[in-house]
């Protein structure tokens, strides 16, 4: 074999190991995996989160298009303790108008797409594209958080950026 026909085949297997790249941290088993295995596998975090105990949580939310945040929940001594998509009606059901704060909202569903501050609302608004079991369109969900971080109002709508495959279309 020729040497560019080497580097040919060289840079085909490269595309597909990458290709076949988990995003989803297929491979990854708390009690077993590490922390370097977890970013060997998933990359660097988008945030890392300290917590009380020394434990750390490693966000990856694959925001707007992918629909998930996963947490990787890594002990202090550096062992994967649990890997979890957080973006699931049951975690959002978690969230309670007039009582739940923003910290609580973070830590349960993690960072979120597009925050944006509306001064004349006096309103934090946090956007977390999700897909809900049953439904074809993806959704939103959006909670609006007063200047005190307590959520005042909730939704889940459609997604208004959502083009289906066979509409959008012209001619």
């Known amino acids: 074999m020729n040497r ?95 009582q739940t704060t923003s910290k609580e909202v973070h830590d349960l569903l993690g960072p979120p797409w597009q925050p944006q501050r509306y001064d004349r609302m006096e309103r934090d608004i946090w956007t977390y594209p999700m897909r809900v079991a049953g439904h074809y369109l993806p959704k939103w969900y959006v909670v609006q958080f007063s200047y005190d971080g307590i959520a005042r109002e909730i939704y889940l709508f459609d997604d208004p950026q959502y083009v289906p495959m066979d509409r959008g279309r012209c001619c």
Request: aromatic share 6%; charged share 20%.
């Open 4 to 98: 560019v026909a080497r580097h040919g085949l060289a840079a085909g297997l490269a595309l597909l190991l990458a290709a076949c790249a988990s995003n989803d941290g297929r491979g990854l088993i708390p009690g077993q995996s590490s922390e370097q295995d977890v970013q060997t596998i998933m990359g660097k975090p988008t945030e890392t989160q300290a917590l009380a105990n020394g434990d750390k949580l490693y966000w990856y939310p694959q925001l707007p298009w992918g629909h998930v945040s996963y947490a990787a929940r890594v002990s202090a001594d550096g062992r994967l303790v649990s890997w979890e998509q957080r973006l699931t009606e049951e975690n959002t059901s978690k969230i309670v108008r007039g």
